[in-house]
């Protein structure tokens, strides 16, 4: 067996109706039909509300997708983000979304216009709901989770229907899963933050687990596939549809749909079929819907999707607090009070979606059973076709959020809180009470011999053919006595005299007797071609065969044989005709409005109120009840009829029931008196004999008027005897609020501790960050901070100096700024191969105004060694520069000098490795510089002067005061010259010799000697 529809627990508007779109403020126009006619000329635009809703780490996320929103074009959407913000503080998120975004950005006021191209931001400790195009705005609940998210998007699937956009993003617990599903649930559409790109990923992963999400991407992704489906979905022209509509794309799309999940979609509405691939097509970016036939024949995961689309169920335990209230007061207590100890109770929840409502009816009877102490035998089977909403009812996990549905009671007493997962998880001893199955209601046999069956919100998705045939099959699955629990939008329709109707706003319905003489229709007759047309007479009943009508027949004309010969008609006891005989047409007529087969309506006048006080006495007493002699008005003349009404008993033993035949005969007008009487006036006593009949009967209409009336007081007296049980148990339910209370204040201690706590971290905070700004200020030197993007993070008042920066840049792109600096074009470049590489650049640059700065790129490491940008700095160097040039010109004028002077000049190591040498001394010894500084200069010496030169220059080295010597050096072409050598130590700062510096001294006169 299998359960039906998962679409069946699901939104409580029919799909079939036209659902309005909102606009800006305006009349918004209609959501174009299915292949039909575009919006008014004069109808205001409407445009979709997208829902943001974020907690934990949800700040970053914000920022990532207003950044990546286009800049220069009109969004035509609204946003509204909602976020968990501490309640006693004033939130700085207006600001921080305004950097990243051309839209305008505004705190929610109560009663405020939504309009497109505007960012909504909601308040500290409000709950924000929209209605008519408008916000508004309410005091958080003190009392339970604060489901702010969940909230804020149940109103937005109940205000836009298809047209509501929910995006789920970073944060713990599981606010927004709940939202999320009655977006789906009215064709909306749910994109969720990938978990790998959140901080928190519990609600991402909450959502994620519900099988509804269209979309995981991160933050910096969302605009582009947003922006992409709202164009499909509302602005795409769909009035050339129509045509290839009708050329049988539905009905191909529904045997590829056969074909691959084995359920029949052609019995549902073709309204919701369409929506739904309008919808698909929509996110797939296809125009034409046989271009999205052939994508959907191509590729089987895109029906697997379109199947889950279907399915998609609005569900919540208890949904319709007062609706479970009516089962729980009125029709509970009907159905189980006949019900002996240890009986079965059966229960078929009919589209059971995740189970929730299947757990619901679960603790209504465990309940009830623990209240009365009977210990009834429960049997609960809860079916649907989507297998995965079955594994899910199956596990009974449910998201932290149920917590807004189920009060405290129920939530302790029938659920297991898991801490880790944030989940709660049915408990056993509930969980035992039911069996999940797969079926499809439409195909498969029902279930049979059962007490309550709840089928709510299925039939608006299916035909009225199948609706017609739906019904008659409760009727047969259920006992006499069962309820049927139908949606808001559902009615038994045609089958309504095989029902007594319990609450007419929730639909709930009994299930009458049946009628004398009517056999059960076999289950074969349902399945397995329930819907196939032509097996049975428009608009029949199952048990009105030709078989019954002719038992019905059988039963009138013998009770009619036996006692007169004239017109009868046999009802039941509400008055319905069974079976009617002889000519009526003088006594009734079909009443006004809708047609009706109750003989009361159809009454003629004179006959009405007696023929309602005859039924009454003959139901309540069992007997014969006659009325001779009736005035009753028959096509505009007044004729004599008597009026009898007979119980008949039909069957034997346990299975008797009455049924009542009334017969009509008209009567002789009364007869003149005899001659000779002593009348005074015919007429007159005529009148007063019509008169005295009159007040008889009026006389018996008051007395069972006011019998009824004793009843209905009895009843009363029942009901405040109730009420004053129901007073004493909120009583009792008051003191438990009450120790609840303290156990709040208790918890609202710790937590003002913690906040105190957290207000003492940032305010420490604020006061490093004050210190870091004025550290940054006054060292005076120029910092840019920048992002991955290159985006302008941050920078001190000496980078404007360099850029042309204000505060509103922050955010920017940096290559959008324009800098000051000559000749150096490639900062964004050079900071992009910083963040590529890791590795720092350095480079000195000259302002337009000529100052000089030494500028270094940076990787921005965070205390987790992150690399979450670049930071430049930038030193005024303009000193240095200055003093640089000085040296330089220094060096070049001392350069001059030594170069020109007479002796020859060299710097030598203390290894004797030549340093530095002047022109002269290369021209006296012949080498070019190059040479000299190659060599050492005991090379050079003559050898017979080595030693002793080399002895002096050790005594140099070791602190001796400085030297003068003549000796011999031996030139390049061999030649010998005699030099007088000046040697003096060069010492470093520890006053020790670092080199040496010799002046040599050419002696022409020595050489000429020693020739």
């Known amino acids: 067996m299998a359960a039906s529809h998962s679409i069946g627990d699901g939104a409580p508007v029919a799909e079939d109706k036209q659902k309005p779109s909102r606009g800006s403020g305006k009349k918004a126009a209609s959501a174009p039909q299915p292949g039909g006619a575009a919006a008014a000329p004069d109808a205001a635009q409407p445009f979709p509300i997208v829902g943001i809703g974020a907690s934990a780490g949800g700040l970053k996320a914000l920022e990532a997708f207003f950044a990546a929103m286009p800049r220069n074009d009109d969004v035509t959407m609204a946003f509204v983000v909602v976020q968990h913000l501490a309640p006693d503080h004033k939130s700085l998120l207006v600001e921080l979304v305004r950097r990243y975004t051309r839209m305008q950005v505004v705190e929610a006021e109560n009663q405020i216009t939504v309009e497109p191209n505007r960012v909504y931001i909601i308040p500290p400790a409000r709950d924000l709901t929209i209605k008519d195009d408008k916000l508004w705005l309410a005091a958080q609940q003190a009392r339970g989770p604060h489901l702010t998210i969940d909230h804020f998007f149940r109103s937005l699937a109940d205000e836009q229907h298809e047209r509501a956009i929910c995006i789920v993003m970073s944060g713990t617990g599981s606010d927004g899963t709940l939202g999320l599903r009655a977006v789906k649930g009215e064709g909306g559409m749910a994109i969720v933050q990938a978990p790998d790109t959140a901080e928190y990923d519990g609600m991402p992963r909450s959502a994620i687990n519900t099988g509804l999400v269209d979309f995981v991407l991160s933050p910096s992704d969302m605009p582009a596939h947003l922006l992409a489906y709202a164009r499909h979905a509302f602005e795409h022209d769909r009035s050339r549809e129509a045509p290839q509509l009708r050329d049988g794309i539905l009905k191909r799309l529904c045997q590829l749909l056969r074909a691959q999940t084995g359920h029949d979609f052609t019995q549902y509405k073709e309204t919701t079929l369409v929506r739904r691939m309008e919808r698909r097509m929509a996110l797939r970016q296809i125009d034409l819907p046989a271009d999205y036939l052939r994508y959907a024949r191509d590729n089987p995961p895109e029906l697997e999707a379109l199947f889950r689309d279907l399915l998609i169920g609005v569900t919540s335990f208890f949904r319709d607090p007062e609706a479970f209230g009516i089962l729980e007061e009125k029709v509970l207590p009907r159905i189980l009070a006949d019900k002996a100890v240890h009986d079965a109770i059966r229960v078929w929840v009919c589209a059971c979606s995740t189970g929730e409502e299947a757990y619901s009816i679960a ?91 709840t089928c709510r919100n299925l039939l608006i998705y299916l035909n009225s053919e199948v609706q017609r045939r739906l019904i008659p099959l409760f009727q047969y699955a259920l006992l006499p006595g069962g309820a049927l629990f139908l949606g808001t939008s559902e009615t038994v329709g045609e089958a309504a005299r095989l029902f007594q109707v319990v609450d007419r706003k929730w639909k709930l319905y009994v299930r009458g007797p049946d009628e004398p003489g009517a056999a059960r229709t076999p289950l074969a007759d349902f399945t397995p071609p329930l819907f196939a047309a032509g097996q049975r007479r428009h608009g029949a009943h199952p048990a009105e065969s030709e078989a019954d009508s002719g038992s019905l027949r059988h039963i009138t004309e013998q009770a009619m044989l036996a006692h007169y010969g004239q017109a ?16 009526t047409g003088k006594f009734l007529e079909p009443a006004d409005g809708d047609a009706a087969l109750n003989i009361l309506p159809m009454a003629r006048e004179g006959l009405r109120r007696e023929l309602a006080v005859a039924l009454h006495k003959a139901v309540a007493q069992r007997e014969v009840v006659s009325y001779p002699a009736l005035r009753v008005k028959a096509n505009g003349s007044p004729i004599t009829a008597n009026l009898v009404v007979r119980p008949v008993e039909v069957g034997t033993g346990a299975a008797a029931q009455l049924v009542f035949l009334v017969v009509l005969e008209e009567a002789p007008e009364i007869a003149a008196p005899a001659a000779g009487a002593a009348v005074a006036d015919p007429e007159f006593a005529s009148r007063l004999a019509t008169l005295e009949q009159e007040l008889h009967s009026k006389d018996e209409y008051l007395q069972t008027t006011l019998e009824e009336m004793e009843t209905t007081n009895e009843e009363l007296k029942s009901t405040n005897e109730e009420m004053q049980s129901v007073n004493e148990e909120l009583q009792s339910t008051n003191e438990e609020l009450e120790t609840s209370k303290e156990e709040l204040q208790s918890v609202n201690e710790e937590l003002s501790t913690v906040n105190a706590e957290l207000q003492d971290k940032v305010a420490d905070l604020s006061r490093a960050n004050n210190d870091m700004n004025n550290l940054l200020a006054g060292t005076g030197v120029g910092t840019l901070f920048v992002d991955h993007e290159i985006r302008i993070a941050r920078f001190t008042p000496a980078a404007t100096q360099v850029i042309n920066l204000i505060n509103s840049d922050i955010g920017r792109p940096l290559e959008h700024v324009v800098s000051n600096l000559v000749g150096y074009d490639r900062l964004v470049p050079d900071i992009r191969e910083v963040l590529q590489t890791l590795v720092p650049k350095e480079a000195e640059v000259r302002s337009k105004s000529g100052t000089w700065y030494l500028m270094r790129i940076r990787p921005y490491r965070t205390m987790e060694n992150l690399i979450e940008g670049a930071v430049v700095t930038l030193v005024d160097i303009n000193e240095r520069k200055r003093t640089e040039e000085s040296l330089r010109h220094s060096e070049q004028r001392l350069s001059l000098f030594i170069n020109q002077a007479y002796a020859g000049v060299a710097e030598v190591s203390l290894q004797g490795q030549y340093t530095f040498v002047n022109d002269r001394l290369c021209e006296l010894l012949g080498y070019t510089r190059d040479e000299l500084l190659q060599r050492r200069q005991r090379e050079l010496v003559a050898p017979e002067d080595v030693a002793a030169s080399q002895a002096l220059y050790d005594a ?32 470093d700062r520890g006053d020790r010799p670092s080199s040496f510096l010799a002046l040599s001294f050419e002696l022409p006169d020595r050489d000429g000697a020693s020739e």
Do not use: C, M
């Open 363 to 453: 603790i209504l009877l465990y309940e009830y059973a623990s209240r009365t102490k009977k210990p009834f035998k429960i049997q609960l089977f809860a079916t649907d076709i989507d297998s995965h909403a079955i594994e899910q009812a199956r596990a009974g996990i449910y998201p932290a959020s149920i917590a807004a549905d189920l009060s405290d009671e129920r939530l302790a007493r029938f659920f297991s809180y898991d801490s880790q997962r944030g989940t709660y998880r049915i408990q056993k001893h509930i969980r035992d009470l039911l069996v999940f199955s797969e079926q499809d209601v439409i195909k498969d046999p029902p279930f049979s011999k059962l007490d309550l069956i």
């Open 956 to 987: 140099l080295a070791q602190g001796g005061p400085g030297l003068q010597v003549d000796k011999r050096y031996v030139r390049r072409n061999g030649e010998r010259l005699w030099v007088h050598e000046r040697v003096s130590a060069i010492r």
């Open 568 to 583: 009868g008609v046999l009802i039941n006891a509400r008055g319905q005709i069974l079976h009617i005989i002889g000519r």
